[in-house]
């Protein structure tokens, strides 16, 4: 039994006989977002092969079997990142497990800082294509589907569903392009003006390797940014870790309406 089939074997050991179709990955300081659904079971990524530990605070580090009305999701709260000495290749793992449980569809969240003055954050922001300054790619060296087309990676039939969703529900939610750097440090001023001469809306530290991931094994994606500070260059104040969770948690609940529009 390979990796994928015994983290299946303990999630419906745990679970029960569950078929999400539908999948959420929770950025750091998002874990408000599910506030109110009914968990149908918690695990641990230390117990579930394919997965690692996540080491980021606000980050809970595992997967959770939800239902929201009589729609079954499977949320990954909080992720592993490649500057915590993961490479993008560990994303994979997760990915092949989710698919394996029949999710067909991935949500991706994250923090992020604004690279514009009219996203204004604390704020959402629907990712319309992605910058990997990574140095890295999930599929560096793996056989099988490697040449995968990237052209509307963040599906835009999915895209338009959301815009729809967030109107239903009241939620202002700006549309833009994610740039992705390794980090942990933040970004520099000239780093921030750089992502902004090259098409970037908002920069972050995550996200891309499992969107390459996802899309290797046809799942449809979706991402959605907390824009939760100013760049480096359009504000004096420093950043720090505690000002992402806040400006995050600050939106968890608009991001929590929207997936509930979406999933009714």
């Known amino acids: ?25 929770l950025g750091t300081g ?6 109110g659904w009914q968990t149908l079971a918690a695990i641990p990524y230390g117990v579930l092969p394919g997965f690692q530990p996540s080491g980021v605070e606000s980050h809970k580090g595992q997967l959770s079997i939800c239902r929201v009305g009589e729609t079954q999701i499977a949320v990954m709260q909080g992720r592993f990142h490649l500057y915590e000495g993961h490479q993008a290749s560990a994303m994979l793992g997760p990915m092949r497990v989710l698919q394996a449980l029949g999710c067909e569809t991935l949500i991706i969240t ?18 319309t294509d992605h910058i990997n300054a990574m140095g890295d790619n999930p599929l ?12 509307d990676a963040y599906d835009p039939a999915l895209r338009e ?15 833009g392009v994610y740039y992705a750097m390794l980090g942990p ?27 390459i991931a996802a899309r290797s094994l046809g799942m449809r994606v979706a991402g959605i940014s907390a824009l939760t500070n100013r760049a480096a260059d359009s504000t004096g104040k420093p950043h720090t870790l505690e000002d992402v969770i806040e400006g995050a948690r600050s939106v968890a609940g608009d991001l929590g309406k929207l997936m509930a529009a979406l999933l009714r």
């Open 1 to 25: 039994m390979n990796d994928t089939d015994q983290a299946i074997s303990i999630i419906r050991t745990r679970a029960g006989n569950v078929s999400p179709k539908i999948a959420l990955i």
């Open 30 to 35: 998002l874990g408000d977002a599910i506030n």
């Open 110 to 127: 994250n923090a992020a800082n604004a690279l514009y003055e009219e996203h204004k954050p604390p704020g959402l922001m629907l990712i």
């Open 140 to 151: 560096i060296g793996k056989e099988g589907n490697r040449f995968i087309d990237m052209n």
């Open 161 to 175: 569903r959301l815009l729809a969703c967030a109107k239903s529900a009241g939620v202002t939610l700006h549309q």
């Open 185 to 211: 440090a933040f970004e520099t001023r000239a780093e921030a003006r750089m992502a902004r001469q090259f098409g970037a809306h908002a920069v972050g530290m995550s996200t891309v390797p499992e969107v």
